[in-house]
């Protein structure tokens, strides 16, 4: 049976899930948004192993993995039942090359004994289409190259050819290596360029980590989801994905299966300021970069929800019969069709993002005035719908209301603006932006309590509560103190609260009410806790949270309460963001430690 026991290799163009047997078992290709090439995760059609790769001892009784320190090398030891061994060693290189990074679409596995004469069976059998064909295969000397539709991979090993082919097993009597790719030649023999990935990406990751910024409790925590969140980002165009997959259900036949490959405005600003925490700025520089790009091409400064990694606006949603989904849990999908939904929060998302940038002296390049004038298009948009309905951050696909959340989102990105228009020495521009912060705080303070409730509500004029209400402080639109906001946080406990985890919302919605735990949700009332000295209780739901990551420290995007068991969408940046945010803001200081 599938779980999300899986750990995540990459570099930021490419990226893989592995299991605990050391099967990849998905892999979209030529982007993180691609056609997944591996798709055993969702049930691909065929015989079992159709849509994988895996390297498996015969006999295998079983396995251990663990990550290479401070690295995105992973490594899985395969017993069989005479005690022999094997280990696998997977990664995608990634290194500083000619004063640029290296991120090749490769993934490299190197397959060893290490104890006795074990026999390896390897199978590689990828798919097209979303699972719908298998390839054209064509043998070389040393390589094999599988024709998948537009694209075609090359396999290039040191191993032999015929028993990769017909999945015959062969005695491991030495290390063998395995990179599988574009369909390039290679420079030098397969041993020699695989060990070079080897050690040169060892040697970024560890440099990469020794340059974070850490606090002195849960390092580990912290750096495995700093390392995690790089990972779910494409370099190439600076867009970051929400999750690496699609269709994972937020709760078996929930019906809940949504494709998270894009790019949303509200989850990359929440991987770019956890990444900024800890002083990785690179992400937050490429994220500009791309949303220069779609701030350009909106004649107005409309912002839709989410984009594809390349700059797509239309990523149509359809599902996909090919695949039967995850434990047979459908439908599997493809596309978003929240890319049609009006989504106020974005423009609030893209200021917060932006805003590092106009203030950290030590990014080589400081925002100007002209990326200043670019974001307040996007200010506009703001002053313009902050009191007008839309879908919401949680994507209601059959109801439309003034959600709250929206709201303060249009107020952070004015009063953000009003800030970098002092910062640059444009006093009428930040009066301006400043006046209109003060219009929409007013107004979301009349339109969004409830008096009857001692509580801000979901929507303006409402009565139902969702988690997002537990941002307010962390905007900075309430202090941590303000009564309303205490009393806020109890409602929220009060109505969403259940142990130690919190629901997004109970309202019955498009699928009914929620099965699930959102793990996000439960880091937003860690962090009102926290701000609201309750910092105790906050580290015993800290606690919990950690005992429910998988055994390589990951999170997908929820947990089912009364099972504990992880559900949707993985790794899901939001809940990576949250283990991030959460072990800074429960820390002890250097100075107590040392």
Same mark, same amino acid.
């Given at each position: ?48 192993? *159709? ?84 390839? !054209? ?91 995690? =969140? ?78 594809? =990694? ?65 974001? *307040?298009?996007?200010? *506009? ?19 439309? !209301? ?48 409830? !008096? ?16 997002? =209400? ?66 105790? !209780? ?47 803001? =429960? ?8």
């Amino acid at each position: 049976m599938q779980t999300l026991d899986l750990g995540v290799i990459g570099n930021s163009a490419v990226a893989a899930l592995i299991d605990p047997a050391g099967t990849l078992n998905w892999m979209c290709l030529p982007r993180l948004d691609g056609d997944p090439v591996f798709c055993a995760l969702l049930g691909p059609p065929g015989e079992p192993g *159709e849509g994988a790769w895996s390297l498996r001892l015969c006999d295998q009784v079983s396995t251990s993995q663990r990550y290479q320190r401070n690295t995105a090398i992973l490594e899985t030891v395969l017993t069989d039942r005479d005690g022999n061994q094997a280990r696998i060693t997977d990664f995608a290189p990634r290194y500083r090359k000619n004063g640029r990074i290296f991120r090749g679409a490769t993934i490299t596995r190197i397959v060893e004994p290490i104890r006795g004469t074990p026999r390896l069976t390897v199978s590689l059998r990828p798919r097209q289409s979303y699972g719908a064909h298998p390839p !054209e295969i064509s043998r070389g000397t040393n390589h094999v190259r599988y024709m998948l539709g537009d694209q075609t991979l090359r396999l290039t090993t040191d191993a032999p050819i015929e028993y990769v082919l017909s999945r015959t097993p062969f005695l491991l009597d030495g290390p063998h290596v395995f990179l599988l790719g574009p369909d390039e030649g290679l420079s030098d023999s397969a041993a020699t360029i695989a060990n070079m990935f080897l050690a040169e990406t060892r040697l970024y990751w560890l440099d990469w980590v020794r340059s974070l910024s850490l606090a002195a409790d849960f390092q580990d925590v912290v750096i495995r989801a700093a390392i995690t =969140l790089k990972l779910c980002s494409n370099e190439e165009t600076g867009g970051i994905v929400a999750a690496l997959t699609t269709s994972i259900p937020e709760y078996g036949a929930s019906g809940r299966t949504w494709d998270y490959r894009y790019c949303w405005l509200r989850d990359s600003y929440f991987t770019v300021q956890a990444l900024n925490s800890l002083s990785a700025t690179r992400t937050m520089e490429n994220y500009l970069i791309y949303v220069s790009n779609l701030v350009a091409a909106s004649e107005d400064g409309y912002m839709q929800p989410l984009f594809g =990694l390349g700059l797509e606006r239309k990523l149509d949603e359809q599902l996909v019969p090919t695949l039967g989904g995850y434990r047979g849990f459908g439908p599997a999908r493809c596309g978003n069709a929240a890319w049609t939904q009006v989504q106020n929060d974005g423009y609030g998302s893209i200021v917060l993002a932006a805003i590092q940038c106009f203030f950290d002296e030590r990014l080589p390049q400081l925002g100007g005035e002209h990326l200043f004038r670019q974001l *307040e298009r996007l200010g *506009e948009q703001a002053v313009a719908r902050w009191d007008r309905p839309d879908a919401g951050l949680w994507e209601f696909r059959n109801r439309s !209301e003034v959600h709250t959340h929206s709201a303060l989102m249009c107020w952070a990105a004015c009063e953000r603006l009003g800030r970098i228009a002092a910062r640059l020495g444009l006093p009428d521009s930040a009066a301006r932006w400043s006046a209109a912060a003060s219009t929409i705080h007013e107004g979301i303070h009349r339109r969004a309590w409830n !008096e009857a409730r001692q509580s801000f509500v979901a929507t303006f004029e409402g009565e139902d509560l969702d988690a997002s =209400l537990l941002l307010m402080a962390q905007t900075g639109f309430v202090a941590p103190n303000d009564p309303r906001f205490l009393s806020t946080v109890a409602a929220c406990e009060a109505e969403l609260r259940f142990g130690n985890h919190v629901y997004r919302y109970r309202r019955p919605d498009d699928f009914g009410p929620p099965e699930t735990a959102f793990t996000a949700c439960t880091f937003w009332l860690i962090d009102a806790l926290v701000r609201t000295g309750r910092r105790e !209780e906050a580290r015993h739901i800290f606690d919990d949270i950690l005992s429910r990551r998988n055994h390589l420290g990951l999170l997908s995007e929820g947990v089912h309460v009364e099972s504990g068991e992880l559900w949707g969408n993985f790794p899901q940046t939001y809940s990576m963001v949250g283990l991030i945010n959460s072990a800074i803001a =429960l820390s002890r200081s250097w100075e107590e430690i040392l």
